[in-house]
Protein backbone atom coordinates (compact mmCIF):
# COMPACT_ATOMS: atom_id res chain seq x y z
CA UNK A 1 0.00 0.00 0.00
CA UNK A 2 1.15 2.94 -0.75
CA UNK A 3 1.82 5.72 2.16
CA UNK A 4 1.04 9.48 1.46
CA UNK A 5 3.35 11.91 2.47
CA UNK A 6 4.91 15.11 3.03
CA UNK A 7 7.89 16.39 1.73
CA UNK A 8 9.77 17.40 4.71
CA UNK A 9 12.00 20.49 2.88
CA UNK A 10 9.01 21.69 1.25
CA UNK A 11 6.76 21.54 4.65
CA UNK A 12 9.98 22.80 6.54
CA UNK A 13 9.53 25.86 3.72
CA UNK A 14 5.85 26.61 4.01
CA UNK A 15 6.00 26.51 7.94
CA UNK A 16 8.82 29.07 8.29
CA UNK A 17 6.68 31.54 6.01
CA UNK A 18 3.90 30.84 7.55
CA UNK A 19 5.89 31.73 10.58
CA UNK A 20 7.09 35.27 9.44
CA UNK A 21 3.16 35.96 8.93
CA UNK A 22 2.33 38.59 12.36
CA UNK A 23 -1.52 37.10 12.19
CA UNK A 24 -0.05 33.64 12.81
CA UNK A 25 -0.18 32.95 16.70
CA UNK A 26 1.84 30.77 18.91
CA UNK A 27 -1.14 27.72 19.21
CA UNK A 28 -1.60 28.11 15.34
CA UNK A 29 2.24 27.46 14.72
CA UNK A 30 2.27 24.74 17.24
CA UNK A 31 -0.21 23.23 15.43
CA UNK A 32 0.87 23.35 11.88
CA UNK A 33 3.99 21.69 13.37
CA UNK A 34 2.53 18.74 15.07
CA UNK A 35 0.49 18.36 11.84
CA UNK A 36 3.98 17.88 10.15
CA UNK A 37 5.09 15.57 12.24
CA UNK A 38 2.27 13.37 12.16
CA UNK A 39 2.24 13.29 8.17
CA UNK A 40 6.07 13.29 7.46
CA UNK A 41 7.37 10.44 5.62
CA UNK A 42 8.33 7.86 7.61
CA UNK A 43 10.86 6.44 5.33
CA UNK A 44 12.92 10.00 5.47
CA UNK A 45 12.25 11.84 8.71
CA UNK A 46 12.79 15.37 9.04
CA UNK A 47 15.99 15.63 10.72
CA UNK A 48 17.58 17.30 13.68
CA UNK A 49 18.59 20.26 12.56
CA UNK A 50 15.21 21.18 10.44
CA UNK A 51 13.16 20.28 13.93
CA UNK A 52 15.54 22.20 16.10
CA UNK A 53 15.20 25.43 13.78
CA UNK A 54 11.68 25.00 13.74
CA UNK A 55 11.44 24.79 17.78
CA UNK A 56 13.27 27.92 17.81
CA UNK A 57 11.30 29.49 15.23
CA UNK A 58 7.89 28.88 17.79
CA UNK A 59 10.18 29.72 20.91
CA UNK A 60 10.71 33.65 19.25
CA UNK A 61 7.07 33.47 18.31
CA UNK A 62 6.35 32.35 21.88
CA UNK A 63 8.37 35.51 23.50
CA UNK A 64 7.17 37.85 20.82
CA UNK A 65 3.79 37.03 21.86
CA UNK A 66 4.31 37.57 26.03
CA UNK A 67 6.43 40.65 24.93
CA UNK A 68 3.79 42.04 23.08
CA UNK A 69 0.91 40.88 26.06
CA UNK A 70 3.41 42.97 29.04
CA UNK A 71 3.55 45.80 26.39
CA UNK A 72 -0.34 45.75 26.32
CA UNK A 73 -0.20 45.75 30.30
CA UNK A 74 2.24 48.36 30.64
CA UNK A 75 0.59 50.63 28.27
CA UNK A 76 -2.58 50.30 29.98
CA UNK A 77 -0.91 50.98 33.47
CA UNK A 78 0.42 54.34 32.01
CA UNK A 79 -2.56 55.27 30.56
CA UNK A 80 -4.48 55.01 34.12
CA UNK A 81 -1.70 56.38 35.47
CA UNK A 82 -1.51 59.57 33.02
CA UNK A 83 -5.78 59.68 33.66
CA UNK A 84 -5.27 59.98 37.34
CA UNK A 85 -3.00 62.75 37.10
CA UNK A 86 -4.86 64.80 34.80
CA UNK A 87 -8.12 64.35 37.03
CA UNK A 88 -6.24 66.27 39.20
CA UNK A 89 -6.22 69.66 37.22
CA UNK A 90 -10.02 69.38 38.01
CA UNK A 91 -10.27 72.90 39.59
CA UNK A 92 -7.34 74.38 38.72
CA UNK A 93 -6.53 77.49 36.49
CA UNK A 94 -4.56 76.56 33.19
CA UNK A 95 -3.25 77.69 30.46
CA UNK A 96 -2.92 75.90 26.80
CA UNK A 97 -1.74 76.70 23.58
CA UNK A 98 -4.42 76.57 21.66
CA UNK A 99 -7.19 79.13 19.62
CA UNK A 100 -10.29 78.12 21.42
CA UNK A 101 -12.60 80.24 23.45
CA UNK A 102 -15.33 78.76 26.25
CA UNK A 103 -17.90 82.01 26.34
CA UNK A 104 -20.45 81.08 28.83
CA UNK A 105 -22.94 82.75 29.78
CA UNK A 106 -22.93 86.20 31.41
CA UNK A 107 -19.13 85.95 31.39
CA UNK A 108 -16.41 87.47 29.26
CA UNK A 109 -14.24 84.44 27.72
CA UNK A 110 -10.31 84.99 28.60
CA UNK A 111 -7.59 84.34 26.39
CA UNK A 112 -3.77 85.26 25.84
CA UNK A 113 -1.55 85.11 23.66
CA UNK A 114 2.90 85.16 23.57
CA UNK A 115 4.22 87.61 21.45
CA UNK A 116 8.04 87.79 19.97
CA UNK A 117 8.50 91.66 20.14
CA UNK A 118 6.57 94.76 20.32
CA UNK A 119 4.02 94.58 17.47
CA UNK A 120 0.14 95.72 16.49
CA UNK A 121 -1.96 92.92 17.71
CA UNK A 122 -5.60 91.86 15.92
CA UNK A 123 -7.76 89.20 16.79
CA UNK A 124 -10.73 87.72 15.27
CA UNK A 125 -13.38 86.06 16.20
CA UNK A 126 -15.00 83.37 14.65
CA UNK A 127 -17.87 80.61 15.62
CA UNK A 128 -17.68 76.81 15.67
CA UNK A 129 -18.88 76.99 12.18
CA UNK A 130 -16.49 79.58 11.01
CA UNK A 131 -18.13 82.69 10.72
CA UNK A 132 -16.32 85.56 11.35
CA UNK A 133 -18.03 86.91 14.71
CA UNK A 134 -16.00 90.11 15.59
CA UNK A 135 -12.59 91.65 15.01
CA UNK A 136 -10.67 93.80 17.42
CA UNK A 137 -8.03 95.51 17.30
CA UNK A 138 -6.30 95.71 20.52
CA UNK A 139 -3.42 97.97 19.58
CA UNK A 140 0.43 98.19 20.30
CA UNK A 141 1.27 95.57 22.56
CA UNK A 142 5.48 95.34 24.30
CA UNK A 143 7.28 91.84 23.57
CA UNK A 144 5.72 88.97 25.72
CA UNK A 145 2.91 87.08 26.98
CA UNK A 146 -0.43 89.15 27.36
CA UNK A 147 -4.27 88.62 28.92
CA UNK A 148 -6.82 89.65 26.94
CA UNK A 149 -10.60 88.62 27.09
CA UNK A 150 -13.34 88.66 24.15
CA UNK A 151 -16.73 90.19 25.84
CA UNK A 152 -19.01 88.03 24.23
CA UNK A 153 -20.03 90.33 21.77
CA UNK A 154 -20.74 90.16 18.09
CA UNK A 155 -19.48 93.13 15.83
CA UNK A 156 -23.17 94.86 16.52
CA UNK A 157 -22.80 94.74 20.15
CA UNK A 158 -24.80 91.81 20.73
CA UNK A 159 -24.78 89.06 23.29
CA UNK A 160 -23.34 86.00 21.47
CA UNK A 161 -24.73 82.75 22.85
CA UNK A 162 -22.71 80.38 25.38
CA UNK A 163 -21.13 77.57 23.93
CA UNK A 164 -17.30 77.56 21.79
CA UNK A 165 -15.88 80.15 19.77
CA UNK A 166 -12.32 80.42 18.38
CA UNK A 167 -9.99 83.22 18.03
CA UNK A 168 -7.24 84.21 15.53
CA UNK A 169 -4.61 86.72 16.44
CA UNK A 170 -1.89 88.30 14.24
CA UNK A 171 0.87 90.84 14.58
CA UNK A 172 2.69 93.02 12.56
CA UNK A 173 5.44 95.56 13.52
CA UNK A 174 5.70 99.69 11.97
CA UNK A 175 6.62 98.40 8.65
CA UNK A 176 3.40 96.10 8.13
CA UNK A 177 6.03 93.34 8.41
CA UNK A 178 4.21 89.89 10.16
CA UNK A 179 5.83 88.98 13.86
CA UNK A 180 5.32 86.13 15.10
CA UNK A 181 2.68 85.69 17.91
CA UNK A 182 1.29 82.51 20.09
CA UNK A 183 -2.06 81.99 20.89
CA UNK A 184 -2.60 80.57 24.23
CA UNK A 185 -5.88 79.97 26.06
CA UNK A 186 -6.94 79.85 29.34
CA UNK A 187 -9.27 79.05 32.22
CA UNK A 188 -10.72 76.55 34.94
CA UNK A 189 -10.46 72.74 34.32
CA UNK A 190 -13.96 71.95 35.05
CA UNK A 191 -13.63 67.99 34.07
CA UNK A 192 -12.14 65.56 31.77
CA UNK A 193 -14.19 63.69 28.59
CA UNK A 194 -12.54 60.34 27.47
CA UNK A 195 -12.66 60.51 23.62
CA UNK A 196 -11.73 57.86 21.10
CA UNK A 197 -9.15 56.44 23.73
CA UNK A 198 -7.78 60.30 24.37
CA UNK A 199 -8.23 62.27 27.26
CA UNK A 200 -8.87 66.07 27.03
CA UNK A 201 -9.06 68.15 29.99
CA UNK A 202 -12.39 70.15 29.91
CA UNK A 203 -12.89 74.37 30.38
CA UNK A 204 -16.55 74.26 30.28
CA UNK A 205 -17.61 72.65 26.92
CA UNK A 206 -14.39 72.93 25.28
CA UNK A 207 -11.83 69.86 24.95
CA UNK A 208 -8.11 70.98 25.61
CA UNK A 209 -6.00 68.53 24.72
CA UNK A 210 -3.30 68.19 28.04
CA UNK A 211 -0.11 67.86 26.08
CA UNK A 212 -1.03 71.57 25.04
CA UNK A 213 -0.96 72.96 28.28
CA UNK A 214 1.74 75.03 29.54
CA UNK A 215 0.49 76.49 32.56
CA UNK A 216 -1.08 75.56 35.92
CA UNK A 217 -2.41 77.75 38.79
CA UNK A 218 -4.44 77.60 41.87
CA UNK A 219 -5.08 81.13 41.34
CA UNK A 220 -7.98 82.97 39.31
CA UNK A 221 -7.23 85.18 36.79
CA UNK A 222 -3.71 83.35 36.16
Known amino acids: MQISSVDNSSA ?9 NQDLDKEAFLQLLVTQLKNQDPLSPMNNTEFVAQLAQFSSLEQLSNMNSSLQSSALVTQSMNNSVIAGLIGKNIRAADNKLNLQAGSPAGFAYQIKKGANVQVEIYSDTGASIRKINLGSQSEGLHNSVWDGKNSSGQDMPAGEYYFRI ?53
Open 170 to 222: SASDAEGNAVQINPIVEGKVTGIRFVDGRTYVMLGDTEIDPSNIIDISDIDGI
Open 12 to 20: ASALSGVAA
